[in-house]
C-alpha cells in the first residue's frame, strides 16, 4: 500500500510538472508565477536540457585578473557552449518543450542579431525541424554563416526592434511556424537559468555574477536559480552606454523611449536599449539593483584581455563583465569570490578589432 501510495504521488507530481509546462506555454508574462514556479521550470529545462549537453561548461580561474581586482574571479565559459554561445540552452529547451506538447511541430523562426539564431537552427536542426532566423541589417557575416551552416534560413530586415518583430511574426502566420524569441519567452529564460545550476554546483559561495545583458533572459534565469538556491548572491547585469537600465530597475518602471531601438554600440550581441515585457519584471525582482555600464573601448580592451591572459576567443558582447573586473573601480566593490560569464565567442577573426 506505502509503494502504491508513492506511486500515485510520483504520478500527481508528473502530472503536474506537465501541466505547468503547458501554461508556461501558453503563458505571455510571469506575473502569476511564484519564485517556486518560475525555479521549477529551470530545473526542467536543465532535464531536458542535459542528455544534449553532457559537459558542462568550464569554469576557469586568473592570477592576474585576482591581482588586478583584488578578487578571486571565476569565468564561466559559455563562448565554450554548443554553437558558441549560452543562447543554445534557452533555444534547445523551447523547441523541446513545444515538440511536448506538439509532437507535429513543423518549424521555428526567430529574430535575432545573430547567437539566438545560430542556437535555434542548431536545436532544430537537432530536433529535425525547420527554421527560419529573421536578422537585421549589419548582423556580422561570420554568424549568418553559422546560422545557414546549420541549416536555416536566414531572411534579412531593417536594424530595428520593431522591423524584427513584424518580419518574425509574419513568417510565423504565413508559414505555420511557431516563435521563438530571443529572450522574451519563459521557456527560453528557463534554458538560460540553467547556468545559474551549473555556477552552483561550480562556485556554491559566490558572492557575485556578472553578465552582459541585452533582452535579460540570461540575467532574469540566472537571477531566478540564484534568489531561490542561495539568495545573498548579487546578479548583476553589464550593459553598455546608452541602456540606462540602472535607473529603470530603481524606479521598477520602463522609463525608456519608445519605439524600443539599438544602442550604437561594437558589441551587437547587446545592442538591445530596452529588455523585454517578461523579463524586465523578473529582473526588478530577482536581480541585483547594480548595474555596470561599460563604454566600446573598455570592452575591446577586455576583449583582447581575455585572448591574450585566458586563450580564450570571446565576442566583444561578452568582454562586457571582463572589463568591469579589470576597472580600477571594482576593487572597492563589495564580494569576494565573483564569477563572470563569459556570454560567447563568435566574431570574425579577419580583422581584430584592437589590431
Not at 326 to 342: N, T, Y
Amino acid at each position: 500500500m506505502l509503494c502504491c501510495c508513492k506511486l500515485c504521488l510520483r504520478n500527481l507530481k508528473k502530472l503536474f510538472d506537465f501541466r505547468l509546462s503547458r501554461e508556461i506555454l501558453k503563458m505571455g508574462s510571469s506575473e502569476n508565477l511564484s519564485l517556486d514556479d518560475l525555479f521549477n521550470e529551470v530545473l526542467r529545462a536543465e532535464k531536458r536540457i542535459r542528455p544534449h549537453f553532457p559537459n558542462k561548461t568550464p569554469v576557469i580561474t586568473n592570477e592576474d585578473a585576482d591581482a588586478i581586482s583584488g578578487k578571486q574571479i571565476y569565468f564561466k565559459c559559455e563562448n565554450l557552449q554548443k554553437t558558441g554561445a549560452f543562447k543554445a540552452r534557452g533555444a534547445l529547451n523551447a523547441i523541446l518543450a513545444h515538440l511536448e506538447k506538439d509532437p507535429k511541430l513543423s518549424g521555428v523562426v526567430t529574430h535575432s542579431s545573430g547567437n539566438h539564431g545560430q542556437a535555434l537552427a542548431w536545436a532544430a536542426k537537432r530536433c529535425g525541424i525547420a527554421c527560419t532566423v529573421v536578422v537585421p541589417e549589419g548582423t556580422p557575416s561570420a554568424k549568418i554563416g553559422l546560422i545557414k551552416k546549420y541549416g536555416a534560413e536566414c531572411v534579412v530586415c531593417p536594424p530595428t526592434p520593431t522591423a524584427r518583430k513584424e518580419t518574425c511574426a509574419r513568417i510565423a502566420k504565413e508559414e505555420n511556424k511557431v516563435e521563438v524569441p530571443p529572450y522574451d519567452d519563459l521557456l527560453v529564460i528557463a534554458g538560460q537559468g540553467t547556468i545559474g545550476l551549473e555556477l552552483l554546483e561550480q562556485v556554491p559561495d559566490v558572492d557575485m555574477v556578472i553578465m552582459p545583458i541585452s533582452g535579460g533572459g540570461m540575467t532574469s534565469g540566472v537571477s531566478i536559480a540564484f534568489a531561490k538556491m542561495h539568495p545573498t548572491t548579487q546578479v548583476c547585469p553589464v550593459e553598455p552606454v546608452g541602456k540606462d537600465l540602472q535607473r529603470c530597475l530603481s524606479s521598477g518602471q520602463r522609463l525608456w523611449p519608445n519605439p524600443p531601438q539599438f544602442l550604437p554600440t561594437l558589441a551587437e550581441g547587446i545592442r538591445m536599449q530596452q529588455p523585454g515585457d517578461i523579463t524586465f519584471p523578473l529582473m526588478c525582482q530577482y536581480t541585483a539593483h547594480t548595474v555596470f555600464t561599460v563604454t566600446d573601448a573598455e570592452m575591446v580592451a577586455g576583449m583582447k584581455w581575455a585572448w591574450q591572459n585566458l586563450k580564450l576567443v570571446i565576442e566583444v558582447s561578452a568582454a562586457a563583465g571582463v572589463a568591469v573586473v579589470l576597472s580600477e573601480s571594482f576593487r572597492s566593490v563589495p564580494g569576494h569570490k565573483v564569477a563572470v560569464v563569459l556570454s560567447g565567442g563568435n566574431c570574425t577573426v579577419d580583422t581584430l578589432l584592437w589590431a
